[in-house]
């Protein structure tokens, strides 16, 4: 089975704009988190989609939002860029939304300008 | 202070070393992740425990609920065990808090 796939891996943008990082999980699993890990902060949870719906959401700001497709890839939009979103965006996936093991994709490392 | 605790941060050893990482977390939980970080950012999970001990090769995972506590241990260390391990708890249907992690380092 294919992993968690990332996309794209690197990006640089410049304070203002919007980025759009997409996540495929494993064929079969229908939950995605997705993490933000900077060396200030560590690893913190963003937020969950399971069957298309929003279901848990961390202390971000508006500027971050989700959404997740019927074949359960999911995408995360991050609008106004700031210096401080530069980061790396990890999503990962489980088969279900009981607590079980989370596999991550690779991540999607974001500079901010 | 944090939810999740972990000790030491830092971790220097020689190949072939016992090793013992330590978390401590402060809600309840029902399940605990020990997660390893490569220098590239790929994150993979080692374990997943809700009670007692797990082994897999050189790796050992215990847990006690009751006193909140987990520890991840490395017999035998090598090189490339160097890298930063995690403690994370789930404490919302499958939102994970995570520990600050533990740098690794295992010298030949």
């Known amino acids: 089975k294919a992993g968690v796939t990332q996309t794209p891996r690197y990006l640089i943008k410049t304070r203002g704009q919007q980025v759009t990082l997409s996540c495929s999980p494993i064929s079969g699993h229908r939950s995605v988190s997705w993490y933000q890990q900077t060396p200030g902060q560590g690893l913190q949870f963003l937020f969950e989609y399971f069957s298309e719906t929003q279901r848990n959401k961390g202390n971000f700001p508006g500027r971050f939002s989700g959404r997740q497709f019927s074949n359960s890839r999911s995408e995360m939009n991050v609008s106004t860029l700031e210096l401080g979103d530069s980061a790396l965006y990890l999503c990962?996936?489980?088969?279900?939304?009981?607590?079980?093991?989370?596999?991550f994709g690779p991540g999607t490392r974001l500079l901010v300008l | 202070k944090n939810e999740v605790e972990q000790s030491p941060q830092n971790l220097t050893a020689q190949e072939g070393e016992f090793i013992t990482i330590n978390c401590s977390y402060s809600v309840g939980i029902s399940a605990l992740h020990w997660l390893q970080q490569h220098p590239g950012g790929g994150i993979v999970s080692l374990f997943m425990l809700s009670s007692g001990k797990k082994k897999h090769g050189r790796l050992i995972a215990t847990i006690n609920i009751q006193e909140k506590h987990s520890s991840l241990h490395i017999t035998a260390s090598h090189p490339r065990d160097s890298a930063v391990y995690i403690c994370?708890?789930?404490?919302?249907?499958?939102?994970?808090?995570f520990g600050e992690g533990t740098q690794l380092t295992v010298n030949p």
């Open positions: 990962a996936s489980s088969f279900s939304r009981n607590q079980e093991t989370q596999y």
């Open positions: 994370a708890v789930f404490t919302s249907g499958s939102r994970l808090t």
